[in-house]
């Protein structure tokens, strides 16, 4: 008897929006039986005639499966469609965009309810779903028992992470990055702006802000150390006050060029007002205790 021989465990999958629709395609392309469900029926047709078992309700898509994902909008939407559902015996693997403190209690309640509980974090898009060389992954966190269960399921669309027992452990770490993202796609726009109207060759530029950036991510570890020690002052390169007196230049250059400094601004008065408060000699990691004050 071979791996081919071997029926693949059945998937419940909620949700079949975009991202819905790509996880579907995936498990069923790797042989796995699909059953849907979507708020909007008409949705599901299409994953139907792939071979996909459309369910008329999600109590129905439940009941065929142990293994239950959920894609949907958000977490009420969760709640909403799983309120009249059997979920006893069930391992509910959430895959539905959600704040770490909506994963715990949504742990909270499924576990009311007769069920184990796996929150996640998607860090990719759609069209990364089944494509290992892409780089995307989920992040997973909740019970480790029901996670190791279906780790080969769950790993056929998009490689795996478990980053902890603490349900809101994947939301966590889900938001942190995008908001990183965020905040470089802040500093990638802003410069930008800087030069679009300037004899100025973007495509050329492009590669130059690329390069800049990723020589820029080797300073994250070093950050890190000056957070695990406490002390910010150890092998500083560029000192504090010397990066906010460069930060005028930033702010005068933006007025020449008739940019609006708003992406910048907040955090170089954050600088600002580390340095006011005795930073001088440091890095810029003192920032990070500036916005988690009430915590350090």
Not at 39 to 67: C, F, M, N, Q, Y
Not at 164 to 188: E, P, R, W, Y
Request: net charge negative.
């Amino acid at each position: 008897m071979t791996e081919h021989t071997i029926e693949k465990p059945r998937v419940c999958l909620l949700g079949v929006g975009d991202m819905g629709n790509a996880l579907a395609r995936s498990w069923l392309a790797a042989g796995h039986p699909v059953t849907v469900w979507n708020r909007t029926p008409a949705k599901a047709d299409p994953l139907a005639k792939e071979g996909a078992d459309a369910a008329a309700t999600a109590a129905e898509a439940v009941a065929a499966s142990d293994l239950v994902v959920t894609v949907l909008s958000d977490d009420a939407s969760v709640g909403a469609s799983l309120a009249d559902a059997d979920l006893t015996g069930k391992d509910l693997v959430n895959l539905t965009t959600n704040t770490p403190d909506e994963a715990r209690t949504r742990a909270e309640w499924a576990g009311r309810r007769g069920a184990r509980f796996v929150d996640g974090g998607i860090m990719a898009v759609p069209t990364m779903v089944g494509v290992p060389e892409a780089g995307g992954y989920v992040f997973y966190s909740g019970s480790r028992d029901a996670f190791d269960r279906h780790e080969r399921t769950l790993s056929v669309p998009l490689a795996t992470r478990f980053v902890g027992q603490d349900a809101g452990m994947a939301a966590l770490h889900d938001v942190a990055l995008l908001s990183a993202m965020n905040g470089l796609f802040a500093g990638v726009s802003h410069g930008l702006a800087l030069v679009r109207d300037a004899d100025v060759d973007l495509g050329s530029f492009s590669g130059l802000l690329s390069e800049w950036l990723v020589a820029m991510t080797t300073t994250i570890p070093d950050t890190v150390d000056h957070l695990e020690s406490g002390d910010y002052t150890t092998d500083v390169v560029s000192s504090l006050a010397m990066q906010v007196r460069a930060n005028t230049t930033m702010l005068r250059t933006a007025q020449e060029q008739g940019v609006s400094p708003e992406l910048i601004v907040p955090y170089l008065r954050l600088m600002e007002l580390r340095l006011a408060r005795g930073g001088a000699e440091e890095d810029g990691t003192g920032v990070i205790d500036l916005l988690s004050g009430a915590r350090h």
